[in-house]
């Protein structure tokens, strides 16, 4: 059974700093690439960042460039998600999602496997 489980979300006034965790487990994850997309109360889930497992490509959202970035352990089956600067609109619920194939990309259908989400809140 996969399974992708977040952590490392919470509170944080803006202009701070979090660092989301995605522990991967069920299957090897190696060749295919994994994302994190966020979604705002009302708003519909949107892409973040990603990267390619085994090649370090990295793809990132125009409004979250120079301020995060994604990185991964091999060893461990983790994706990391280093968030600085935060505004209050990167308010989100963030999920991590692993891909089914090795392209690095935005669109949301080539993600197949989803954790349950870590909630996000930056304060003004």
């Known amino acids: 059974q996969v399974q992708l489980v977040e952590s490392g979300g919470g509170l944080v006034q803006a202009g701070g700093s979090l660092r989301l965790s995605c522990a991967t487990s069920?299957?090897?994850?190696?060749?295919?690439?994994m994302g994190w997309f966020r979604q705002a109360p009302g708003k519909e889930r949107e892409f973040v960042a990603a990267?390619?497992?085994?090649?370090?490509?990295?793809y990132y959202a125009d409004a979250v460039k120079g301020r995060f970035t994604i990185s991964r352990a091999i060893a461990r089956n983790t994706v990391y998600l280093q968030m600085n600067s935060l505004k209050p609109e990167d308010t989100a619920v963030y999920y991590c999602a692993a891909g089914l194939r090795a392209l690095v990309t935005m669109n949301i259908d080539e993600y197949a496997y989803w954790g349950q989400g870590t909630q996000v809140t930056v304060s003004s």
């Open positions: 990267i390619s497992w085994s090649g370090g490509n990295t």
């Open positions: 069920g299957r090897t994850f190696s060749s295919y690439a």
